[in-house]
């Protein structure tokens, strides 16, 4: 039996969890391995942050069938029922709300501890699928590390146990702490013209989430908004599911925005940082670009960050408005005050974790009860 499995799925994963993989691999304590669900598979959406960050390589890779949310939730537990059922673990560790976490339905079904990094984070939006994600695998963890005491306040407000959940501080402060010196030099892996395009003020945006991009208003307003920066650059690196949905609506960007495919992390870093602000949709972007002091326009109704507004990070706008007063937006991102305090820890949010993970294997102690207290054999399907 190994200690640990970490199973991780999409591009902000590797990011986050960077750091995390990088000290497990460096101690001997414990031993686990690392299972990529196969949510985030194409080049620049997986292996260039491998590369990048120095992440070590994943031990299991997963195939899935992504015509739909449905499949790929069910395809990652199907196969990581079939891999717990050759490969024992004290543990099972998923990290955030995606789909890849609900694969711990399968560490549910073999009645390994599940623990969840980013626990109790909410929005109490419940038409997002990641609210519902979150809450469920909450619910079904054994260990839960919460980035913030205020989270943690919302997991107890829930009912969860006191004892299962940790305080941690939030990791994404720990690799920008250790990749700043970095990200000039994602300046190099910029075209041409984006070398040239970064010389002047620039706005950087991205636009994923689903609640955006597949309802037409919230999306036309995200358009109207971009479309109104009119006296500077927009650079926007754009997800694939965003690029279709633009090519298949009526709607056009201006000419001073300049769409790219997703980049990497060094270069996306770089313009973020180098940014005279940026409009997004992205849980993760919102955070990074707080640390790095730049103001930002969170695109969303709602959000399960709220500490970017309460330190005046950020300004909301909200797609799902009829009228969402895009010039004042504007007006009041550009007026900012940039010396806000960073809300997200103090960056040893990833040997908080590591450290507590080796305690708990070694005592194999992630339950109440031991792991062989739990196991039995679930080799046969169980039948009517
Ligand atoms: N990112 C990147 N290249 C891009 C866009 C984003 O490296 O073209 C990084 C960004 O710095 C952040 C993460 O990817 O760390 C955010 O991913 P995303 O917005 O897809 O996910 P979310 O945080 O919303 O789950």
């Known amino acids: 039996m190994k200690d640990l499995a970490i199973i991780l799925g999409i591009r902000p994963d590797v990011i986050r969890a960077s750091k995390i993989l990088k000290l497990l691999k460096n101690q001997k304590e414990i031993d686990f391995d690392f299972l990529w669900s196969g949510q985030h ?17 994943p031990d299991f890779e997963f195939t899935l069938d992504t015509q739909n949310d449905s499949t790929i939730v069910s395809s990652t537990i199907t196969n990581l029922y079939n891999h717990f059922g050759n490969h024992k673990y004290k ?12 694969g711990s339905i399968a560490a549910a079904q073999h009645n390994i501890p599940i623990v969840h990094i980013e626990g109790c984070m909410r929005s109490y939006d419940w038409r997002m ?34 004892k299962i959940i940790k305080v941690t501080g939030n990791p994404i402060v720990d ?8 990200f000039e030099s994602g300046f190099t892996y910029l075209e041409k013209d984006l070398q040239d395009i970064v010389k002047s ?12 991009i597949l309802n037409i208003d919230s999306f036309t307003n995200i358009v109207n908004l971009l479309n109104s920066i009119n006296d500077k650059n927009v650079i926007f690196p754009m997800g694939y599911k965003t690029q279709e949905i633009l090519k298949n609506s009526k709607l056009k960007l201006n000419s001073n925005i300049k769409v790219l495919d997703p980049i990497g992390y060094l270069e996306f870093m770089y313009l973020l940082k180098n940014s005279a602000f940026v409009a997004t949709d992205s849980g993760t972007v919102v955070e990074e ?20 507004y309460d330190v005046k990070a950020s300004v909301k706008f909200d797609p799902t408005e009829d009228n969402p007063h895009i010039s004042k937006i504007l007006g009041d991102v550009e007026a900012m005050n940039k010396n806000w305090d960073n809300p997200f820890g103090r960056g040893d949010a990833s040997e908080t974790i590591v450290n507590d993970l080796i305690e708990l294997s070694k005592s194999n102690n992630f339950k109440k009860h031991k792991p062989s207290d739990y196991a039995f054999d679930v080799s046969n399907s169980f039948k009517e």
Do not use: W
Not at 41 to 57: A, C, G, H, R, W
Not at 175 to 182: H, Q, R
């Open 41 to 57: 598979y194409s080049e620049n959406m997986k292996d260039t942050f491998f590369k990048q960050l120095n992440v070590p390589i």
């Open 289 to 308: 670009a707080c640390i790095l002091g730049i103001p930002s326009i969170q695109m969303r109704y709602s959000t399960e960050r709220p500490e970017v």
């Open 129 to 162: 699928p990641e609210e519902k994600y979150r809450t469920v695998i909450d619910h079904l963890s054994d260990r839960i590390y919460a980035y913030l005491d205020s989270y943690k306040k919302q997991g107890l407000n829930e009912g969860i146990s006191e």
């Open 201 to 212: 003020k620039y706005v950087l945006v991205t636009s994923h989430r689903r609640e955006n």
């Open 91 to 102: 543990a099972a560790v998923f990290l955030g709300d995606t789909n890849t976490v609900m």
């Open 175 to 182: 690799i920008i702490n250790e990749n700043f010196e970095k």
